[in-house]
């Protein structure tokens, strides 16, 4: 019903638009009785098995969705009815920020993606500490995504990570260090080891002096090379991080179904969706392997089919999140992999 009603017609608008309509429809139903309990009867799934623990925190099944659709803070609660065992909020940014011009997010619909070059378009942080303020530790697990603001030049962007860090630190209940977004100009600058360790050794050394220790995992791009993948994980050991999230989007446009034209038209921009399935999987291979699985890894990119979601978490993942999957095979997504979770778990019991 999605694919062939549902989503025809939401496909009509540009995709930002209707990001904009879906969150006030969001937020709308907080306010429609009994909406949260038909929407958790719709799409959440409880079974023993979905159970994950990742950095200590444990989670209701290893689903999350990724930054980039709650970026501040508006309907964590709400998007937990669709099933989700964790929100990430953000990207965060310091200083309220609008970020880029629009037209600024497109479909690539015969590719299954999408390239977005939103630029970190935020309400700054007080704005997102606000909305967390009245956070019930009985909501769903939710992860502070943090990043500069476009003005602030790359000397200066340890001051912007620590600045967000500290505000939201009794806040979420892990932070994910986005140095590798493509879409603010010279952030992905910040993935060489000594922007990293600049940015890392505040964050870590604030967080020596709190009473709780919250989790700091490090988001990576799909376009490194195995060695700078390598010189991360270095980094990541050495500054004792707590896991890492790999994919970012990427500025790849090779093996699109899309016509060149119209790739070129849309000009920079992250790309997300199928084209990322196999790179993001392969990332996620080798950071597990690299670090004989102890190190928490959070699987993303590329996650489009059910089959996807298993071959991550296969593949040495401690949970996925989705978005563009999301976007494009409607609200049941979730509900879809955490059931064939449970089946593969009885199959193999019966076995």
């Not at 309400?123 to 303020?133: A, E, F, I, P, T």
């Not at 921009?269 to 084209?275: A, C, M, V, W």
Request: some cysteine; aromatic content about 8%; proline content about 5%.
């Amino acid at each position: 019903m999605y694919k062939k009603v549902i989503r025809p017609i939401l496909f009509l608008l540009s995709p930002e638009t209707i990001h904009i309509i879906l969150v006030k429809m969001i937020k709308f139903s907080r306010y429609v009785p009994f909406a949260s309990a038909i929407m958790r009867r719709m799409f959440c799934v409880k079974h023993k098995c979905l159970e994950r623990e990742i950095c200590g925190l444990k989670l209701k099944n290893p689903v999350g969705l990724p930054a980039g659709f709650d970026k501040g803070a508006d309907i964590y609660k709400e998007l937990g009815n669709f099933g989700f065992g964790s929100i990430e909020i953000g990207t965060v940014t310091p200083r309220p920020q609008s970020g880029n011009p629009r037209p600024r997010v497109f479909r690539l619909e015969k590719d299954e993606a999408i390239i977005n070059r939103m630029g970190f378009n935020c309400k700054g942080v007080k704005y997102v500490s606000k909305n967390l303020r009245n956070r019930k530790k009985s909501d769903v697990v939710i992860a502070g995504n943090i990043g500069k603001n476009s003005v602030t030049p790359n000397n200066n962007a340890p001051e912007d990570y620590l600045s967000s860090f500290r505000a939201l630190y009794d806040k979420v209940d892990y932070f994910v260090v986005n140095v590798s977004c493509p879409n603010v100009a010279d952030l992905t600058k910040l993935q060489n080891q000594d922007n990293l360790r600049s940015i890392l050794g505040g964050l870590v050394t604030f967080r020596r002096g709190q009473d709780e220790y919250k989790p700091i995992l490090l988001k990576i791009s799909p376009d490194l090379t195995n060695q700078q993948i390598d010189d991360s994980i270095d980094v990541v050991n050495e500054y004792n991080l707590d896991g890492i999230v790999a994919t970012n989007t990427s500025i790849s446009r090779e093996g699109l179904v899309t016509p060149s034209d119209r790739v070129e038209s849309i000009g920079k921009g992250g790309l997300s969706g199928k084209p990322l399935t196999k790179r993001s999987l392969e990332v996620v291979s080798y950071v597990y392997k690299r670090t004989n699985g102890e190190l928490p890894i959070i699987g993303v990119g590329g996650i489009m089919t059910v089959q996807d979601a298993l071959n991550m978490l296969d593949a040495g993942a401690t949970m996925i999140q989705i978005y563009s999957g999301f976007i494009y095979n409607g609200p049941w997504f979730v509900k879809e992999i955490c059931n064939a979770l449970i089946a593969r778990e009885e199959s193999t019991i019966k076995e």
